[in-house]
């Protein structure tokens, strides 16, 4: 009976966090407000909620709570978990690349994955039930081009448009590829604030990202003037484009890189309309 008591009053905080708007908790926090219960009834307890697939451990120590309307996936969403388990992390992040673009209106395929920009040591890959979550590493975690994304849990931080078409290319094989990356652009550009293209942003990528974007804005979708806004930024912040091809991959000897981007044209770029 007791166990059963201690099982009840552990459902009973957790309906609590959820009548709150929290879907997910730590197990420092539970011991802490339910310090009247010993180390084997909450692993007991949590073991037969887990069981029942009202939560999941989605890292050591770390678990979401699995409310009705998710209960036929077995897991939430990442964007109503994230924050939390970052802050729970004591990490510095910012949802990016794919997951950026489609909160920005950027999806025309909706991502399988979801991208997770952080800190170094470098995390593994979280793969939990029909989601994959991947963290890529940086070095600077840039809060000035974080824009906040309200969900039902609270608020997320993710890349700014701007940020967000940058980073595609320096991750550019983590999402597909150039008419991928271009396809994504001809939409991302709808949500772009010119005055946030400035040398401040430059900065924060390398001089290649800039020219690969700055070529496709300018003459694969033809927007003068994002491209034009990119370039005046890029001289302002004495960025040297060195001679570099379109396709890394790619052949370059006989290709021209006539364009003031001084890309190597070795390859076309189909978008997918």
Known sequence: MKANRESLSLEAWINGLLSRGKMSFSLAQLKKELHGHSEIAIKRSLDRLSKKGAILSIHKGYY?????????????????????????????????LLSAAAMHGAAHQQPQEFYVITT?????????????INYITKSIIPDK??????TETGYIKVSSPELTAL?????EKHVGGLNRIGTILNELTEAFQIERINHE????SSASSIQR?????????????????????????????????????????????????NIIVNTEIDIDE
């Open 145 to 150: 081009y974080l824009d906040q994304k309200k």
């Open 64 to 96: 979401l709570i699995i409310p009705a309307q998710y209960a036929s996936r077995g897991v939430l969403p990442p964007q109503l978990f994230i924050d939390g388990l970052m802050k729970y992390l004591e990490r510095s992040y910012y949802v990016g």
């Open 120 to 132: 170094s040591p470098a995390m593994r890959s979280t793969h939990k039930k029909s989601i994959k």
């Open 167 to 171: 980073d595609l290319f320096r991750y």
């Open 213 to 261: 974007l700055g070529y496709i804005l300018d003459i694969v979708l033809e927007n003068q003037q994002y491209a034009d806004k990119l370039f005046e930024a890029s001289q302002k912040a004495n960025v040297r484009f060195n001679r570099i091809p379109l396709d890394g991959e790619e052949e370059t000897l006989g290709f021209s890189s006539a364009n003031r981007w």
């Open 201 to 204: 942003l430059i900065k924060l």
